[in-house]
Every structure is written in structure tokens, then in C-alpha cells.
């Protein structure tokens, strides 16, 4: 039901979808995506350049744990995404503002708590990543500075999340790209220019999320205006705070499980050795780049399906789910193509240890068939999360973790490492499967 819904059963508003439609918003937030690794990158090599392993190893962890940790975040960004866009399907220009409203208040708050709770957050982190005690002693350093972005880092998620529920996609993109632009330029200076060590890579992140907070605010200023924002109660409205509240509960669940998943998978890798731990690392970023590029479309997905429900307009619905599979599974077969034909000189360019690479060699047609065998999984996210049918999704989820984990206990004994690989291919599979199996009837119920 959407919000509309409150007042009687609203008008249909037809809307078109086309590949145009599609592309205009995967295109931008794809490339937007991809200038988030390159940040690592460089921020890895500029404390790689002042020659201590210990200070490496300390932004890695510190990274981790602040991975974790916003991880329960992320439901801001796509949850945004899903109400918006039924809000400006549905022409309701105070709820598409209310919207913001309510995230941000939630950012806002979640910031402040970890900011309050940074210590037991940082001694959690690493009782559970380890490292040895020089290593832990750079991640306090990294840490103690870097926690002071974390409300305005979860203003940026609302911020995102609401222009790409508007169609923004370019919008979208300028502020990834100046946020991690901006971020990667004072990283550089301050540690290679003023010799600031991880306190200078820390801060760079801390200035670059205060500025893309500020320019954020100013272009929803400059796109929604200074005046005729709802009033208190509308933002506080009960029954929409607490319909947001359950959305953002059931994404943060799946996100969750989705994190076990990938421990699971690198717990088990580990389990068998320090060589078959390497080589699956290596193969695992695979799938990670991959990700990056379907996240695009799963984010068109996200807009045009929310946009459809809050129109209420089943066509435009049906549409969507169809051009962004056929545009997913292109691009998902364009990167498995990719993998075929150059996977042995990647593995070659991450790793030099001859067990490693032919290990990472034996395996490599499972990294080679995750783009194809995940890709469902992506675009029906995308789907779900626009329809705000979150509870079918964490479900589908819980499931498909489920059947992972009783897989790789059947397989593995006979299978070794190809049964770890089965195991989690299946998972990757049942994720859209399960999903695409009820959407139909989930699509039927919310447009009757």
C-alpha cells in the first residue's frame, strides 16, 4: 500500500519505460559506484608509500569494522530510494519531502550513536578481526578520527537515496563523484604532502562527507525549494515513520545475512588453508567487481519500480522488470565473457605466488559464472526494494542462506573446495530465483 492509499484508492498515472529511461539511471550511478574502490586503492597507496606493513594493516581493519558498521546503515540509501520514488509516482510532493525529512532525522540520530558508542564499537571490532598489537594500536589511531564522519556519512546515504528515488541519477553521480574525488585529492595531501600518516587519511574521509553533506543539502535546497516543506507532524506521521521504520528493519536483516554469507564463505576458505584462502580471496573480488557494475541497473530497478507502484500502474511495472533484466543479464554476460578470456591474467596481476595462481586457476569458472548465476538476485533487489516489498525479501533471503549453509555441508566433504563453490553459487542463484518465483503474485496484490 502506498501512502496515497490513506485517502481512498487514487488515479492510475501512466508513465513509459524505455531503455533510454533505463540507462539514464544505471549508466551515471554505475560509474558513481566505481569511483568507491578506486578511493581504497588510493588510499592504501599513499600509507603503502611511508613503508611501515603495520600502518596498512591498520587502515584495512579500520575499514572492516567501519564496514560493519554502517552496514546496519544501509537501508537508508535503498529505503529512501523505494519511498520517494512511490512519492513522486504518486504526485505527492509533501511525501517525496517528508521522506527526506524522516531519513534524515534517522541519519541523524544513528550517527550520533556511533559516535557515543565508539569505544565498545572499536574494541568489538577488534576482538573480532585480531591483528597484532601494532596493527591495533594504527586502527584506534584511524579510528578515533574517522568516527566523526559517521553522521554525515548517513546523511549522505538519505541524500543519494532520495535523488535517485527522483530520477536524479546525475545528481547521484556528481555527489559520488565529489565525495570520493574530494576524498582521494586530501588524502593525498595530507599524508604525502603534510606527512599526516593514517590520522591524515582518516580526516581527509571526516572533511570529504562534511562537504558532500553540504553541497547535498544545498542541491535539495536548489531542486525542492526553501519553502513548502510538511510540517512537523506530517514528518512525524505515526503510521509512515513506522511503515519506513519496518522497511529499514527488514533491509538491515538482509543486509546482515547477506554479510554472513560472504564471512561464511571466506570463514570456510580458511578452514582449508592459507593457499586455497588466498586463491578464493582473489577469485571473491571477482564478484565483487561485478557487483559494481549490476548495482547500477538494480539501482533503475529501484526508481522505475517505485516509481510504478506509487503511480499505480502496472504496466510500467511490468516494463521495468523486463528492461532491466534484459540490461542485467547483457551486462552480466559481458563480464562473464570478461573473466573467460582474461581471468588468468587478473589473478596473475593480484597475486605472485605460483601455488596461488594455479589454485585461483582451478577455480576459475566459478568466478566466471557468478556474474550470470547472481545477476537475478541484483535486479530482483532492485525490484523489491522500489515496491517496498522488504518482508518477502528478507524472507527470500534468510532462505536462500539458509540452503547455502546446508549445502556446504553435503558438498564439501565430497566436492573439497569446488562444494564451497557450488555451495555459494547455489546461494547466489536461490536469491533471484526465490524472488522472481513470487513476483508475480506480490506485483498482483499491490496493483489490484
Avoid at 259 to 288: P, T, W
Avoid at 375 to 389: E, N, S
Avoid at 405 to 421: C, E, I, R, S
Wanted: glycine share 10%; aromatic share 10%.
Amino acid at each position: 500500500m502506498t501512502p496515497a492509499d490513506a485517502a481512498g484508492d487514487p488515479p492510475r498515472r501512466p508513465f513509459s519505460v524505455t531503455h533510454r529511461s533505463v540507462l539514464a539511471i544505471a549508466v551515471p550511478m554505475t560509474l558513481g559506484y566505481l569511483s568507491t574502490p578506486l578511493l581504497g586503492v588510493v588510499d592504501m597507496a599513499v600509507i603503502g608509500r611511508l613503508g611501515e606493513a603495520a600502518l596498512l594493516g591498520g587502515i584495512a581493519l579500520g575499514g572492516i569494522i567501519f564496514d560493519l558498521v554502517f552496514t546496519t546503515f544501509n537501508f537508508l540509501r535503498a529505503g529512501t530510494t523505494g519511498l520517494t520514488a512511490q512519492a513522486i509516482g504518486g504526485q505527492n510532493d509533501q511525501e517525496v519531502k517528508a521522506t527526506l525529512a524522516r531519513a534524515l532525522v534517522i541519519a541523524a540520530i544513528g550517527g550520533l550513536l556511533v559516535v557515543l558508542l565508539q569505544s565498545p564499537l572499536l574494541h568489538a571490532g577488534q576482538w573480532f578481526l585480531g591483528g597484532s598489537p601494532d596493527v591495533q594500536a594504527v586502527t584506534t589511531r584511524y579510528f578515533d578520527v574517522r568516527v566523526l564522519s559517521a553522521p554525515f556519512l548517513l546523511a549522505n546515504y538519505a541524500i543519494l537515496g532520495w535523488f535517485i528515488g527522483l530520477g536524479r541519477a546525475g545528481t547521484g553521480l556528481l555527489l559520488q563523484l565529489f565525495l570520493n574525488g574530494l576524498n582521494i585529492a586530501l588524502s593525498v595531501w595530507f599524508v604525502v604532502g603534510l606527512g599526516w600518516s593514517v590520522e591524515g587519511v582518516a580526516l581527509a574521509t571526516v572533511l570529504s562527507e562534511i562537504s558532500t553533506t553540504l553541497l547535498g543539502l544545498a542541491l535539495v535546497l536548489k531542486s525542492a525549494g526553501r519553502r513548502s516543506w510538511p510540517a512537523l507532524h506530517v514528518v512525524f506521521d505515526k503510521r509512515l515513520l513506522m511503515r519506513m521504520m519496518a522497511l529499514n528493519r527488514d533491509i538491515m536483516i538482509r543486509s546482515f545475512a547477506l554479510l554472513y554469507a560472504y564471512a561464511f564463505f571466506m570463514a570456510r576458505s580458511a578452514d582449508q588453508g592459507d593457499a586455497v584462502l588466498a586463491a578464493n580471496a582473489v577469485l571473491e573480488k571477482f564478484i565483487l567487481v561485478s557487483g559494481y557494475f549490476l548495482d547500477g541497473l538494480a539501482t533503475a530497478a529501484e526508481q522505475l519500480a517505485g516509481r510504478a507502484v506509487g503511480a499505480r500502474y502496472r504496466p510500467a511495472f511490468d516494463r521495468t522488470v523486463k528492461l532491466t533484466g534484459v540490461w542485467s543479464f547483457a551486462m552480466a554476460g559481458l563480464l562473464s565473457l570478461i573473466f573467460l578470456v582474461f581471468g588468468s591474467v587478473m589473478i596473475e596481476f593480484m597475486t605472485t605466488s605460483p601455488e596461488v595462481r594455479s589454485l585461483g586457476n582451478t577455480y576459475l569458472i566459478w568466478a566466471v559464472l557468478a556474474p550470470l548465476l547472481g545477476v537475478l538476485a541484483f535486479q530482483m533487489d532492485g525490484i523489491y526494494i522500489g515496491a517496498t516489498w522488504s518482508g518477502t525479501m528478507r524472507n527470500m533471503m534468510l532462505l536462500s542462506l539458509a540452503i547455502y549453509v546446508t549445502a556446504y555441508y553435503a558438498l564439501f566433504p565430497v566436492l573439497g573446495n569446488h562444494g564451497l563453490w557450488l555451495a555459494i553459487s547455489i546461494f547466489l542463484s536461490l536469491r533471484g530465483l526465490t524472488l522472481l518465483a513470487v513476483c508475480k503474485r506480490r506485483a498482483d496484490s499491490t496493483f489490484s
